[in-house]
């Protein structure tokens, strides 16, 4: 999960480490330490499990040498030629240098205190130049990983501040800090506060009240499918949940959510084909009112927010039923288009939150990351897979975690 946003985490990473490496260098200001090197991700790992035992520490390590030995190997090996051209005067000391640390890598593989671990004999201050091209390259990789352009802006702007100025002894210390610049950065961003679906339940609950919850959003995204999901979660909490069948206008839309229903086990409410959606999501209200049923679900047709009919007609729905929540259901696989059609929707209905669908096929993170920044309201469910169970709650430290850990359990 989110594959692209790390891998240009730890580049970014590295390439400044090689930067300040390099320019040390070039001043005589290095020399090569004994102990071990952490990577980018182990940095997460340790501050994720500080009490880690020994025999976690020696992976670390392996895993480490690992991507490193890629690292500088492309380096020697030359891929970005561009760079070759450039530096073609140097290139006979740094190929001296670079091929030195590919060799220990790729040797002593097992060996913790394995090269590219190097200190300075002067310490070094990050400046702006040091940071410059690669902050750019990392914006550029972000929009390329369909993050919002405001968003990346703001990752980058947020990073640079922190980079900037810090005094640095050792190589590995870039490394940490660029970690904890990036990671500060996007907690920020994906740190929307919002009550959880269950308090508002409970607040409702306590008033006598079903809590109305409308789903919109355009065609696919995963609306029906998560309302059967919610009525599964639910349900599985001990509250009982009723379906509305508004999406009256396509065609097989009342058998889909019907079929949910039934083998979800709750009730749902459905007028015929082509009636009209509002008076359904009504009933339903008025049926969880008199049950004293604790929630309801809209589902609702899905509609480009360019068609101006359905629009209104989405409004007609919201002004009916009266909806405590207004959830914008997004595709996380169409990264930008879904942060656009969440402003469009926003700006049409006054959506509360959003929920992301196909997370679990999501290897790039950009509307995940950008979603909620931009319109700011909290993303509140994702969805993970085609299953009843396959959704969880959202939560700005898992997601934290998923992009700066490498324990890919997914
Ligand atoms: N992998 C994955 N697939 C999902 C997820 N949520 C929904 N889907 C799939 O997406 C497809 C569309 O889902 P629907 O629930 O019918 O989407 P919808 O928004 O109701 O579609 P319309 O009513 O036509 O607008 C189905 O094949 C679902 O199984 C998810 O979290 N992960
Ligand atoms: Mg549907």
């Given at each position: 999960?989110?594959?692209?946003?790390?891998?240009?985490?730890?580049?970014?990473?590295?390439?400044l480490?090689?930067?300040?490496?390099?320019?040390?260098?070039?001043?005589?200001?290095?020399?090569?330490?004994?102990?071990?090197?952490s990577?980018?991700?182990?940095?997460?790992?340790?501050k994720?499990k500080?009490?880690?035992?020994?025999e976690?520490e020696?992976?670390?390590?392996?895993?480490?040498?690992?991507?490193k030995?890629?690292f500088w190997?492309r380096?020697k090996?030359?891929?970005d030629?561009?760079?070759?051209?450039?530096?073609?005067?140097?290139?006979?000391?740094?190929?001296h240098?670079w091929?030195?640390?590919?060799?220990?890598?790729?040797?002593?593989?097992d060996?913790?205190s394995?090269?590219g671990?190097?200190?300075?004999v002067?310490?070094?201050?990050?400046?702006e130049?040091h940071v410059?091209d690669?902050?750019?390259?990392l914006?550029?990789?972000?929009l390329?990983?369909?993050?919002?352009i405001e968003?990346?802006?703001?990752i980058?702007?947020k990073?640079?501040l922190?980079?900037?100025?810090?005094?640095?002894?050792?190589?590995n210390?870039?490394t940490e800090?660029?970690?904890?610049?990036?990671?500060?950065?996007?907690?920020?961003?994906?740190?929307?506060?919002s009550?959880?679906?269950?308090?508002m339940?409970?607040?409702?609950k306590a008033?006598?009240?079903?809590?109305?919850?409308?789903?919109?959003g355009?065609?696919?995204?995963?609306?029906?499918?998560?309302?059967g999901?919610?009525?599964?979660y639910?349900?599985?909490?001990?509250?009982?949940?009723?379906i509305?069948?508004?999406?009256?206008?396509?065609?097989?839309?009342?058998e889909?959510?019907t079929?949910?229903?039934?083998?979800v086990?709750?009730?749902?409410?459905?007028?015929?084909?082509?009636?009209?959606?509002?008076?359904?999501?009504?009933?339903?209200?008025?049926?969880?009112r008199?049950?004293?049923?604790?929630?309801?679900?809209?589902?609702t047709?899905?509609r480009?927010?360019?068609?101006?009919n359905?629009?209104d007609?989405?409004?007609?729905i919201?002004?009916v039923?009266?909806?405590?929540?207004?959830?914008?259901?997004?595709?996380?696989?169409?990264?930008n288009?879904?942060?656009?059609?969440?402003?469009?929707?926003?700006?049409a209905?006054?959506?509360?939150?959003?929920?992301?669908?196909k997370?679990?096929?999501?290897?790039?993170?950009?509307a995940?990351?950008?979603?909620?920044?931009?319109?700011k309201?909290?993303?509140?469910?994702?969805?993970?897979?085609?299953g009843?169970?396959?959704?969880?709650?959202?939560?700005a430290?898992w997601?934290?975690?998923?992009?700066?850990s490498?324990?890919?359990?997914?």
């Amino acid at each position: 999960m989110f594959e692209s946003l790390k891998n240009k985490f730890s580049r970014t990473s590295e390439k400044l480490e090689e930067e300040i490496i390099e320019e040390a260098q070039e001043e005589d200001n290095l020399q090569e330490e004994e102990g071990s090197k952490s990577s980018f991700f182990s940095f997460g790992r340790k501050k994720q499990k500080k009490d880690e035992d020994d025999e976690e520490e020696i992976d670390d390590q392996k895993e480490e040498s690992e991507s490193k030995s890629h690292f500088w190997s492309r380096n020697k090996s030359g891929d970005d030629e561009e760079e070759i051209d450039d530096e073609d005067e140097e290139s006979e000391s740094k190929s001296h240098f670079w091929s030195r640390n590919k060799d220990d890598s790729e040797s002593e593989e097992d060996d913790e205190s394995s090269g590219g671990l190097f200190s300075f004999v002067r310490e070094k201050t990050i400046k702006e130049k040091h940071v410059e091209d690669i902050l750019w390259e990392l914006e550029m990789g972000l929009l390329e990983g369909d993050v919002a352009i405001e968003v990346a802006t703001e990752i980058v702007e947020k990073v640079k501040l922190n980079l900037i100025g810090k005094k640095i002894k050792r190589s590995n210390d870039i490394t940490e800090y660029t970690y904890l610049a990036l990671r500060s950065a996007v907690s920020e961003i994906i740190d929307i506060p919002s009550k959880s679906m269950t308090e508002m339940i409970e607040d409702k609950k306590a008033k006598g009240e079903p809590l109305v919850v409308m789903f919109v959003g355009i065609n696919g995204t995963g609306k029906t499918t998560t309302i059967g999901k919610l009525a599964n979660y639910y349900l599985k909490k001990g509250y009982t949940p009723v379906i509305a069948a508004s999406d009256t206008f396509r065609a097989g839309a009342i058998e889909q959510v019907t079929h949910h229903a039934d083998n979800v086990g709750v009730k749902i409410i459905k007028h015929q084909k082509g009636s009209d959606p509002a008076a359904v999501a009504f009933d339903a209200v008025e049926h969880a009112r008199a049950q004293s049923k604790e929630l309801v679900l809209i589902d609702t047709a899905g509609r480009m927010q360019t068609n101006t009919n359905l629009m209104d007609e989405m409004k007609k729905i919201k002004r009916v039923s009266k909806p405590d929540l207004v959830i914008f259901v997004g595709d996380a696989l169409t990264g930008n288009d879904a942060v656009e059609q969440a402003k469009k929707f926003n700006e049409a209905i006054d959506i509360d939150g959003v929920i992301l669908t196909k997370a679990d096929a999501d290897s790039k993170g950009g509307a995940s990351l950008s979603i909620g920044y931009v319109i700011k309201k909290p993303i509140l469910f994702l969805g993970m897979g085609q299953g009843y169970d396959d959704i969880m709650e959202y939560d700005a430290e898992w997601m934290l975690d998923q992009l700066f850990s490498q324990d890919d359990s997914d």
